[in-house]
């Protein structure tokens, strides 16, 4: 039986997660552009050599994220909802033992891993970035501008109810 878990992260940490990600690589001569094509996201082409600076706004990556986890989250409910489980990154961080005991629930893993489910349940993980430091959940705050933080917020409320949709699943 096929099973799949699905995370999504909070659109102000992934955005600015993005933002820092197409600038480190365009200092490695990747260029991402935004797709006119509803049904991807992004593209990106390498020039080796130069440094490419993106011309991605912040609204870009905010309808990134919600093109991204709408289109996923579409495809998913085709399925039986018992085949598939989302969880927020924000909850596997702040409340690992719940949401793995959810995560462990859903799965429905044979007895014979009934031992090593637990031990891992009881055993807090810690669980750091290794491309920046700070707290993982609050030091998008940090990265962002407040214009950057009100054009993300812009982007929901125009599209508000895909972000419902989205919210929806958690």
């Not at 096929?2 to 690589?25: G, M, P, T, W, Y």
């Not at 990106?44 to 309808?63: F, H, I, K, R």
Request: proline share 1%; glycine share 2%.
């Amino acid at each position: 039986e096929v099973k799949i878990l699905f995370i999504i992260r909070d659109v102000f940490a992934q955005s600015a997660s993005l933002k820092r990600h197409v600038e480190k690589q365009g200092e490695k001569g990747w260029a991402f552009q935004f797709s006119e094509d509803p049904k991807h996201c992004w593209s990106m082409t390498q020039n080796p050599g130069t440094t490419v600076s993106s011309d991605l706004s912040m609204e870009a990556y905010t309808l990134m994220w919600l093109r991204l986890n709408k289109l996923a989250l579409g495809e998913l409910s085709r399925l039986d909802s018992s085949q598939y489980h989302v969880i927020s990154y924000e909850a596997l961080v702040k409340d690992q033992q719940a949401t793995l005991k959810d995560t462990f629930d859903f799965l429905r893993l044979k007895q014979k891993y009934s031992k090593a489910e637990e031990k891992i349940r009881a055993e807090k993980s810690n669980i750091y970035n290794t491309t920046t430091s700070g707290d993982l959940l609050t030091k998008w705050q940090e990265q962002l501008t407040e214009a950057e933080v009100d054009s993300i917020k812009e982007v929901l409320k125009t599209h508000q109810s895909d972000f419902d949709y989205i919210k929806s699943f958690l």
